[in-house]
């Protein structure tokens, strides 16, 4: 069964770091772009970045830019979210996501077929 399992969410101070991790059940999972989005209570879910795990090459929101970092780790079949400066606004559910026709970037959550359940971000100011 195809799997995304996140992790690494926690409570942080505001102006700390935190890094998510995805994990991918299958190696097929490396001819996808691989999204993170997030949803804060109230709000739709929306799009903070993506990676083409073929070539690496990135996109992320301008509300993310310059302080989050999106990477992946081919031998641990990984997609991390480095997440710095955090802020209180950063606090939701963070998901993983796949989207398997990879041709270009994508912010919308129904061009992704492969979701994760998610883990809790939590910034204090």
């Known amino acids: 069964q195809v799997q995304l399992v996140e992790s690494g969410g926690r409570l942080v101070q505001a102006g700390g770091s935190l890094r998510l991790s995805c994990t991918a059940s299958e190696r097929t999972f490396r001819s996808y772009i691989m999204g993170w989005f997030r949803q804060a209570p109230g709000k739709e879910r929306e799009f903070v970045a993506a990676v083409k795990w073929s070539s690496g090459t990135t996109y992320y929101s301008d509300s993310v830019k310059g302080r989050f970092t999106i990477s992946r780790d081919n031998a641990k079949n990984t997609v991390y979210l480095q997440m710095n400066s955090l802020k209180p606004e950063d606090t939701a559910v963070y998901y993983c996501?796949?989207?398997?026709?990879?041709?270009?970037?994508?912010?919308?959550?129904?061009?992704?077929?492969?979701w994760g359940q998610g883990t809790q971000v939590t910034v204090s100011s």
């Open positions: 996501a796949a989207d398997v026709t990879a041709w270009s970037f994508k912010v919308e959550t129904s061009e992704y077929a492969y």
